[in-house]
């Protein structure tokens, strides 16, 4: 169809807000474990795996919000989600609807794409390579 052949244009664009907003939902979980904020019910204890997760949900949103070294975190992140999907949702339920790791499959994939499809437009690693 024409109309939708025509947005094609605008893919890196599209790409970009995908990566941003993304981004930006991620840095949540990763400020809600290490500093509680938004306000938990439930704040998180700080073990060593809630404090890494929370860093590289923390830092690793704020690079790909960025679009800094885009390909190499968003794997990192894919890796994270993967595991947190495996350790601490799988074990609860088959189904993931069930078992709340929907959002930790949804992020996976999402930074797998970013991992193939890069960081799109507004992002800092399309200035490293001019």
Same mark, same amino acid.
């Given at each position: 169809m024409k109309l939708f052949e025509s947005l094609a244009k605008y893919q890196p664009q599209a790409l970009g807000v995908l990566r941003i907003v993304t %981004?930006?939902? #991620? !840095?949540?979980? $990763? /400020?809600?474990? @290490? #500093?509680n904020f938004p306000v938990s019910?439930? +704040?998180?204890?700080l073990t060593g795996l /809630? @404090?890494?997760a929370g860093i590289l949900e923390f830092a690793g949103g704020i690079l &790909? *919000?960025? $679009? @800094?070294? /885009?390909? +190499?975190v968003a794997f990192? &992140? *894919?890796g994270?989600?993967? !595991? *947190?999907? #495996?350790? %601490?949702h799988? +074990?609860?339920? #088959?189904?993931p609807v069930n078992n709340g790791g929907d959002l930790a499959i949804s992020f996976c994939f999402i930074f797998l794409y970013l991992v193939f499809a890069g960081a799109g437009a507004f992002a800092l690693d399309n200035r490293r390579s001019a």
């Open positions: %981004a930006l939902q #991620f !840095i949540e979980h $990763g /400020t809600q474990k @290490l #500093f019910d439930q +704040p998180h204890v /809630t @404090l890494a &790909l *919000a960025l $679009g @800094l070294l /885009t390909r +190499p990192l &992140l *894919a994270e989600m993967a !595991i *947190a999907y #495996f350790m %601490a799988m +074990p609860r339920d #088959f189904f």
